[in-house]
């Protein structure tokens, strides 16, 4: 670690990596669990719609499922809980129940919540958006759960290798849901394999290009 990582959330963050041998059979706290998925969903999102679902796979026999589904990632079977990231495609459909409390409150005045309503309808009038806005807003959740797991001592490993439709029929996914990625949460076995990173000066770039 770098003499320079002192802060605690930096060490978390620069701790964290993929891990894909677990300690097969632990049983994660529910406690534990719930904090994590609390914490993942204290995530930001674009006007607050929280265009996120956890389908949280903790049954071995769902995860045995999943296992052909994901290329055989022993991870699937091996850790405590797979957690499915799924975009809501129709998280416009969320701003009633995100806004609608701030007005009743007085926090919100009722010509703003209208005005954003608006905005969201506007904007969800193109597919595109509604799916750029799923995953780009799910993925946040998932960084947020990845790094959460961490610092209460599990490790996570982020999984796009898996064949979304297939998992679509077999979990039963419903329409208004898109796949955005699996995540393998559990005690790790063995460490991550270190995986580098490009220099600062290979990925920064001053004010313009
Ligand atoms: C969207 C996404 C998809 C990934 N898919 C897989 C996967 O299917 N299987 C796997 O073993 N690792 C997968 N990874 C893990 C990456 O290989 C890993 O994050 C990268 O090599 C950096 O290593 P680190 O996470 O250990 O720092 C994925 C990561 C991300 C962010």
Not at 32 to 40: A, N
Not at 58 to 86: M, N, R, T
Not at 146 to 153: C, I, N, P, Y
Request: aromatic residues 6%.
């Amino acid at each position: 670690m770098s003499t320079q990582v002192q802060n605690e959330v930096l060490k978390v963050l620069e701790e964290r990596h993929s891990v894909k041998q677990y300690q097969a059979g632990h049983q994660i706290p529910k406690e534990v669990l719930e904090q994590i998925l609390t914490t993942t969903s204290q995530a930001p999102s674009a006007w607050n719609l929280q265009h996120w679902k956890l389908l949280v796979i903790d049954d071995q026999a769902q995860k045995e499922k999943l296992l052909p589904i994901a290329y055989g990632q022993k991870q699937i079977v091996e850790s405590s809980v797979v957690i499915a990231i799924l975009g809501d495609l129709e998280a416009n459909k969320n701003a009633d129940a995100v806004f609608g409390p701030a007005v009743d409150a007085g926090f919100m005045p009722q010509a703003l919540k209208d005005n954003l309503v608006a905005q969201i309808e506007g904007a969800y009038q193109h597919p595109q958006v509604a799916r750029d806005e799923a995953i780009r807003n799910a993925s946040l959740a998932a960084m947020q759960l990845m790094v959460a797991a961490k610092s209460l001592g599990y490790d996570t490993c982020p999984m796009g290798g898996y064949d979304a439709g297939k998992f679509i029929e077999a979990f039963n996914v419903p329409s208004r849901y898109v796949p955005v990625m699996l995540i393998s949460l559990g005690l790790a076995a063995a460490p991550a394999r270190s995986a580098g990173r490009f220099s600062l000066d290979q990925v920064v770039v001053s004010n313009s290009f």
